[in-house]
T-cell receptor
């Protein structure tokens, strides 16, 4: 089954507002990755977090890795129409497997 | 740089037919994998390979075979297509997929497969 859980699965966000998407693992992760998939496209790597409590920023995007390395979040400020898409988190499990969550599909309302 | 190339982009199969989805990467990555994406299910791992000659099963391997005879190529074979295999298939590669050393995955454009 899914090792990585993402909440929420769907979000409708007004343009200009902020939103957060969350990722929770059943086990401690050595690292966590975030990807974005535009409608009709393929997943594209955004960032990797490795250290406990790590926070990284990419312009309007802020990524956090929890202290226990079992959860992560992506916060986007001042949402733009270009932020539409599905955001996935992924973590390594078992024998060299990279497991993805079900994703958070984001719709931006102009 | 081509990255990860998947062919075909679209395919319609009849139930019981077999076919091979092609995947090639030119980044000299050791780790390659196949995922299927279904609505509301995210990306589920079918098979993966940590290097030429080495493959292993993922979360949903039934009905699929893979081989890795070269570093560059990782084809996915559907043995006898079923409607339940209607999906979007993504091939991905990364420098390393090994636990703590796992690195950024590069995805192909995807193959949209319909089985009727």
């Amino acid at each position: 089954g899914q090792q990585v859980m993402q909440i929420p699965q769907y979000q409708h966000v007004q343009e200009g507002e902020d939103f957060t998407t969350y990722c929770n693992s059943s086990t401690t992760l050595s690292n966590i990755q975030w990807y974005k998939q535009r409608p009709g496209g393929h997943p594209v790597f955004l960032i990797q977090l490795v250290k406990s409590g790590e926070v990284k920023k990419q312009k309007r995007l802020t990524f956090q890795f929890g202290e226990a390395k079992k959860n992560s979040s992506l916060h986007i400020t001042a949402t733009q129409t270009t932020d539409v898409g599905t955001y996935f988190c992924a973590g390594p499990y078992g024998n060299n497997r990279l497991a993805f969550g079900k994703g958070n599909q984001v719709v931006v309302i102009p | 740089n081509a990255g990860v190339t998947q062919t075909p982009k679209f395919q319609v199969l009849k139930t019981g037919q077999s076919m091979t989805l092609q995947c090639a990467q030119d980044m000299n990555h050791e780790y390659m994998s196949w995922y299927r994406q279904d609505p509301g299910m995210g990306l589920r791992l079918i098979h993966y390979s940590v290097g030429a000659g080495i493959t292993d099963q993922g979360e949903v391997p039934n009905g699929y075979n893979v081989s890795r005879s070269t570093t560059e190529d990782f084809p996915l074979r559907l043995l006898s297509a079923a409607p339940s295999q209607t999906s979007v298939y993504f091939c991905a590669s990364s420098y390393s997929g090994l636990g703590a050393r796992s690195t950024e995955a590069f995805f192909g454009q995807g193959t949209r497969l319909t089985v009727v």
